[in-house]
């Protein structure tokens, strides 16, 4: 079998962690190699981000073997590429991954998929009819320490869940501001900081019955209200004005016996497990999400799998519930959610 060929579509912070993520991945085994980028945005330097993730790197594209395309077409025509990231702003999300979609291409797209539930079903529609995969770039399912919790809370092993607290803030964001800024292009942190926690409560816990959010599209704290579940599962999420202050990504879940505190800024000791009256640091493997969610996508390609997770119904899912907070803060009262059937 040849190599799988990769193409990144898209090529600032998001673009640039891609490709570092392919290329630890293909350090450690995994079959794939990016070989073509397509981007408005010229090559230069590295971009930083929230999180380290090799994307602030200068990096020599001629010397690793990589081309870069002058045209979109030039990069889905190509019959090396066999995976597409696409890593551009959320409104031309749709139409990108239906084109390649449509070429004969897997897909790798970043969250949020799109700004509706509407977007995602339609290319829900057209990725049915291929024998593509088409995968969101959902990273918090993978993150070392998250992954973990969410094991925890399946299991039971820690007891059951009594609370949950999720928070996910810092200064809004430095790079592509005529994007992020922009709430009708980016959703404003409840679309595209936010919708990380949600998408990690849907998966853990399920759909709730109920939201209740409150604040604004760039600083909000949700609520949600399971009558079977947790009796409090709450995420916060904001981006501030000064661009001095620091990301933070958080959680604290209260189990029956034991409560599991993460902090990003602890670094190697980032998640404490408090229980039987004394605190055990728990050791993480090393990476982040991103280096999680491209070895899924590419062995399950390899595998020739049908099935990954999560996959577009899910995004669909995780949106429909960010609608209704979204609902929630326009109307000031808890929404119910209306499930995909």
């Known amino acids: 079998m040849s190599t799988l060929g990769i193409g990144i579509v898209g090529f600032g912070f998001m673009g640039r962690t891609h490709l570092e993520a392919y290329r630890r991945a293909a350090t450690d085994g995994f079959d794939g190699q990016v070989r073509a980028i397509y981007s408005i945005d010229p090559p230069g330097f590295g971009v930083a981000g929230n999180v380290q993730t090799g994307a602030d ?11 870069w ?58 990725d049915a009819d291929t024998d593509r995969l088409c995968m969101p770039a959902m990273c918090m399912r993978f993150w070392p320490g998250w992954s973990w919790l969410r094991e925890m809370v399946q299991s039971a092993e820690l007891g059951q869940v009594k609370s949950a607290f999720f928070q996910r803030i810092g200064a809004a964001p430095g790079w592509s501001q005529d994007f992020y800024l922009d709430e009708k292009r ?46 409090s599962v709450v995420a916060e999420a904001a981006w501030y004005p000064d661009p001095s202050y620091p990301f933070q990504m958080r959680y604290r879940v209260g189990f029956a016996d034991a409560v599991a505190d993460f902090d990003l800024s602890r670094g190697d000791e980032a998640l404490h497990l408090y229980r039987g009256g004394a ?63």
């Open 69 to 126: 395309s002058e045209q979109m077409g030039q990069l889905l025509e190509a019959d090396d590429i066999d995976l597409i990231s696409i890593c551009t702003p959320t409104d031309t999300h749709i139409d990108l991954a239906i084109e390649a979609l449509e070429k004969g291409k897997h897909v790798l797209l970043e969250k949020p998929v799109a700004l509706t539930s509407l977007e995602v079903q339609r290319l829900i529609d057209v």
């Open 186 to 231: 980016s959703g404003g942190a409840l679309m595209d900081l936010h919708i990380h926690d949600a998408d990690f409560v849907v998966a853990t816990f399920g759909v709730p019955d109920e939201v209740s959010t409150s604040g604004t599209r760039s600083q909000l704290v949700t609520q949600y209200r399971y009558p079977d579940g947790p009796s």
């Open 279 to 341: 605190v055990e640091v728990i050791e993480l493997p090393s990476g982040n999400g991103y280096d999680g969610e491209v070895r899924h996508l590419l062995q399950a390609i390899t595998d020739r799998s049908e099935r990954i997770h999560p996959d577009l119904t899910e995004a669909r899912t995780v949106l429909q519930m960010v609608e209704a907070e979204g609902q929630s803060i326009d109307e000031k009262r808890a929404v119910k959610i209306v499930r995909s059937r």
């Open 57 to 67: 790197e200068e990096v020599d594209l001629d010397a690793l073997g990589i081309r």
